[in-house]
């Protein structure tokens, strides 16, 4: 398959954004600060006022982890952590396990080795979200691209 047939075949082209809801933003944003080492890019409104959305861009591409005040949620998302579960290729995957769960971050899914390589892991941030960690050999692969 050609690279534009399969970009045409394909509609989705990439992850965009990974967006969280949080009832206490200002704490979310604190805690995720903490977590990932780093500021977020992106607050709107603005400061002095409280901010409605934050944006962080992690790891060797940048992607980007949105942080979004609760009432701005769809009116059917739920309320309990369950769903699609989003997973990011850690280095060390046990030690950022146990670093999630040291900060506050209570278990969903325990490191789990799957085949080829791979293991997965995810946590329930403070905020209700799951957050899924992953030892990913192919994403180390294309990476390196």
Same mark, same amino acid.
């Given at each position: 398959?050609?690279?534009?047939?399969?970009? &045409? +075949?394909?509609?989705?082209? *990439?992850? !965009?954004? %990974?967006?969280?809801?949080?009832? $206490? #933003?200002?704490?979310?944003?604190?805690?995720?600060?903490?977590?990932?080492?780093?500021?977020?890019?992106?607050?709107?409104?603005?400061?002095?006022?409280?901010?409605?959305?934050?944006e962080f861009r992690i790891g060797d591409s940048e992607d980007e982890l949105g942080?979004?005040?609760?009432?701005?949620?769809?009116? &059917? +998302?739920?309320?309990?952590? *369950?769903? !699609?579960? %989003?997973?990011?290729?850690?280095? $060390? #995957?046990?030690?950022?396990?146990?670093?999630?769960?040291?900060?506050?971050?209570?278990?969903?899914?325990?490191?789990?080795?799957?085949?080829?390589?791979?293991?997965?892991?995810?946590?329930?941030?403070?905020?209700?979200?799951?957050?899924?960690?992953m030892y990913n050999p192919h994403w180390l692969e294309h990476s390196k691209l």
């Open positions: 398959m050609t690279e534009t047939n399969r970009t &045409a +075949a394909a509609a989705l082209r *990439g992850l !965009a954004t %990974v967006s969280l809801w949080a009832e $206490d #933003l200002p704490a979310a944003v604190e805690w995720y600060r903490t977590v990932l080492a780093v500021d977020p890019y992106f607050v709107r409104p603005e400061p002095p006022e409280a901010p409605m959305y934050v942080i979004i005040d609760r009432r701005f949620g769809p009116p &059917a +998302a739920p309320t309990a952590p *369950g769903g !699609a579960v %989003v997973y990011w290729h850690v280095d $060390d #995957l046990q030690g950022t396990y146990d670093r999630l769960l040291e900060a506050g971050a209570t278990e969903y899914e325990p490191p789990t080795p799957r085949e080829a390589g791979f293991v997965t892991a995810a946590v329930v941030d403070p905020f209700g979200n799951v957050l899924g960690v």
